[in-house]
């Protein structure tokens, strides 16, 4: 099992960016078919924002966040990124890393393994 710890997440202005980095260990990224972010915004569901297809490099984005937002992946440090532009105050929610064995994209429930979240706060 790979533990994930995200970082990164802080308070920002509108029309800002942050980097978020999710450092996985304990077992590497590379066994894990797909690494997503999602996002929970408070009394909201958890909703998917991006994955990475870890071997192919394909990525798949929500619309909301699509030419603002984007992931990649760093192999030799068993880390995936993201990197958040022209942030929006609704942008705001704890975001979360996950890791699919089963290929997984925009579904919760096909991610084994999650990190503990970051908050992200977009101010108006």
């Known amino acids: 099992q790979v533990q994930l710890v995200e970082s990164g997440g802080g308070l920002v202005q509108a029309g800002g960016s942050l980097r978020l980095s999710c450092a996985a260990s304990?077992?590497?990224?590379?066994?894990?078919?797909?690494m997503g972010w999602f996002r929970q915004a408070p009394g909201k569901e958890r909703e998917f924002v991006t994955a990475i297809w870890w071997g192919v490099g394909i990525t798949r984005y929500a619309d909301s966040v699509k030419g603002r937002f984007t992931i990649s992946r760093d192999n030799a440090k068993n880390t995936v990124y993201l990197q958040m532009n022209s942030l929006k105050p609704e942008d705001t929610a704890v975001y979360y890393c996950?890791?699919?064995?089963?290929?997984?994209?925009?579904?919760?429930?096909?991610?084994?393994?999650w990190g503990q979240g970051t908050q992200v706060t977009v101010s108006s």
């Open positions: 304990g077992r590497t990224v590379s066994n894990y078919a797909t």
């Open positions: 996950a890791a699919s064995l089963v290929g997984g994209a925009y579904t919760p429930g096909t991610y084994g393994a």
